[in-house]
């Protein structure tokens, strides 16, 4: 059974960086063809998602969040990172971490619970 699980700040000031983890079981992230994906649920809208790092270590990010966004990981600890700079309250919603199962898929077979993350002076 594949199990993930975010962790970080849930209180950010304004100008501040983001830094959110997600600790995965169950799976190795480098498992070919699998993505690993971080998406984002802002207060009263839909899904928006993120980026994700792909099995081979490539980063692909959300044009319209991609000049604050990098993300990395931890292959010995199954981990991945979310980092998303320059914080706003727009940025204020509940992140989620997931698995794609197929490079490219906007499918996620496994999510992890999600945690909250509000952004306020």
């Known amino acids: 059974q594949v199990q993930l699980q975010e962790s970080g700040p849930g209180l950010l000031k304004p100008s501040q960086t983001l830094s959110l983890t997600c600790t995965v079981s169950?799976?190795?992230?480098?498992?070919?063809?699998?993505?690993w994906t971080w998406i984002r649920q802002p207060p009263g809208k839909g899904l928006e998602w993120i980026g994700k790092?792909?099995?081979?270590?490539?980063?692909y990010f959300s044009p319209s969040l991609k000049s604050r966004t990098s993300m990395y990981r931890d292959t010995s600890k199954t981990q991945f990172t979310l980092q998303l700079s320059s914080v706003t309250p727009e940025d204020t919603a509940v992140y989620y971490c997931?698995?794609?199962?197929?490079?490219?898929?906007?499918?996620?077979?496994?999510w992890g619970q999600g945690t909250q993350v509000t952004v306020s002076s």
């Open positions: 169950g799976d190795s992230i480098t498992t070919e063809y699998s993505d």
């Open positions: 790092i792909g099995y081979s270590g490539n980063t």
């Open positions: 997931a698995r794609a199962p197929a490079v490219g898929s906007y499918y996620f077979d496994y």
